[in-house]
């Protein structure tokens, strides 16, 4: 029984993104107005549009909080997968014992050994399955709250810095095709993330 280590969702993350950052700022101080695309002529680009990109390969290999939950889903399915190899290994030996004795029993008592045999070996595939689908739902709540708790963070960093109007995802399997260096963020999003996290975890 086998589950994927979480891997950060780029599509969700993108898509959060791309809202968080069409939102308009709150406030009615020239500081905090509406990003400049938002009132451009269609077509024209801005000049005070600025964007950033962070590297959601960098976050999934540096974020400490992805490694713990790593860990918690290898913990738990080595639990429920000693589980299952238990009760398998006690099935094994009684149907070993059962080919050894069976021959000395009345066909009643052979027939009720065969059904509970037959019973439990059913019962253990179904548990099997269960704990599949558990570990499958685990792990997705898991990533929806890494997910989240990432952008969270990366609204609160640019509300408070108030640099970018967008801000978009690059790495493997992302849209970005091109972007100069100094657009990216990654370095200052991951420090701030694992700063964040680890301050909280410290207060638990």
């Known amino acids: 029984m086998k589950i994927k280590f979480l891997k950060i969702s780029l599509l969700l993350i993108s898509c959060g993104m791309l809202a968080m950052a069409c939102e308009p700022k709150g406030g009615n101080s020239a500081d905090s107005a ?27 290999d540096g974020f400490q909080m992805v490694a713990d939950v790593q860990r918690e889903l290898a913990s738990t399915e080595e639990k429920l997968a000693n589980d299952i190899q238990n009760q ?77 109007s967008l801000i978009i995802t690059s790495g493997t399997m992302s849209g970005v095709l091109y972007a100069v260096p100094s657009m990216d963020i990654t370095g200052v999003i991951l420090d701030g993330l694992n700063q964040k996290y680890a301050a909280e975890k410290a207060e638990k």
């Open 88 to 164: 398998g290994n006690r099935w094994q030996r009684d149907y070993d014992n059962y080919l050894q004795v069976g021959a000395t029993m009345t066909l009643t008592e052979q027939h009720r050994q065969e059904e509970d045999l037959a019973k439990r070996q059913q019962d253990i595939a179904t548990l099997q399955q269960t704990y599949a689908n558990q570990l499958t739902s685990l792990q997705a709540q898991r990533l929806q709250e890494v997910s989240a708790y990432i952008l969270d963070y990366i609204e609160e960093y640019n509300r408070e810095s108030g640099h970018f």
């Open 34 to 60: 509406a990003p400049a695309a938002a009132t451009a002529v269609p077509g024209t680009p801005s000049a005070d549009l600025r964007i950033a990109t962070v590297n959601m390969d960098s976050i999934n």
